[in-house]
C-alpha cells in the first residue's frame, strides 16, 4: 500500500509562476530593503529587454488611471496575460491609483477634459468632490484617457533610458 504524500510546503518546479521571483514573500515588502531586492530582481537582472519591462510598466500606468474603478487590476492582469508581460509588475503600475494618490490622478483627467468639453466645469483641486465627478463624468473620463497615455508614455520612456543607464553601466563594469 502506498504512503499518501506529505505536504512540506514546497512548490513543485512545474507549479510554480515565471513572473514571481523565487525569494518573493508578501510579508517582506514592508522592509525597505525588500524593494531594493525586488527592484534588482524584476528590473535591473531580469532577462526581458529594457522595452518590454518598460511597456509593461506604461501597461499597468495606463491601466491604473482609467476610470474603470474596481476593474483596474483584473483588467491590468488579463491585458498581462495577453501581451505576455510580466503580471506582478503590470500589476505594481497600476497600483497608481491607490487611494493616497487618487486626488492626484482624478485631477488632472478632470482638468484635462475641461480642455475638450464645449462647457467644461474646472474648479480648484480642494473643490473636487466625488459628486462634482460625478455630476460631471464625460469631461473626467475624457481627460483620464487622455492624462492615462501621457502617464504611460512618460512611465514607459522614463523607465526605458533608466534601464538602458543603469544596464550599460552595470555590463561595464
Not at 512545474?14 to 534588482?40: C, G, T
Not at 509588475?89 to 497600483?95: H, K, M, P, Q, Y
Not at 473636487?128 to 497615455?149: R, W
Request: one cysteine or more; a positive charge; proline letters at 5%.
Amino acid at each position: 500500500m502506498k504512503e499518501p504524500a506529505q505536504n512540506t510546503g514546497h512548490v513543485p518546479d512545474n507549479h510554480r509562476n515565471a513572473d514571481v521571483p523565487e525569494s518573493f514573500r508578501w510579508k517582506e515588502l514592508l522592509r525597505k530593503e525588500a524593494w531594493k531586492q525586488y527592484f534588482r530582481e524584476w528590473f535591473l537582472e531580469s532577462t526581458q529587454s529594457n522595452l518590454r519591462l518598460s511597456l509593461t510598466v506604461a501597461l499597468g500606468v495606463f491601466i491604473g488611471i482609467l476610470p474603470i474603478f474596481g476593474l483596474q487590476s483584473i483588467t491590468a492582469l488579463s491585458l498581462a496575460w495577453v501581451f505576455r508581460f510580466n503580471k506582478l509588475i503590470t500589476l505594481a503600475g497600476s497600483g497608481i491609483s491607490t487611494p493616497p494618490l487618487t486626488p492626484l490622478v482624478i485631477y488632472p483627467g478632470y482638468v484635462i477634459g475641461g480642455w475638450f468639453v464645449e462647457t467644461p466645469h474646472v474648479s480648484g483641486f480642494s473643490e473636487i468632490t466625488l459628486e462634482v465627478v460625478k455630476s460631471h463624468f464625460v469631461q473626467y473620463a475624457i481627460g483620464s484617457c487622455i492624462f492615462a497615455s501621457m502617464a504611460a508614455l512618460i512611465a514607459g520612456l522614463l523607465l526605458y533610458f533608466t534601464l538602458n543607464i543603469v544596464r550599460t553601466k552595470r555590463s561595464a563594469s
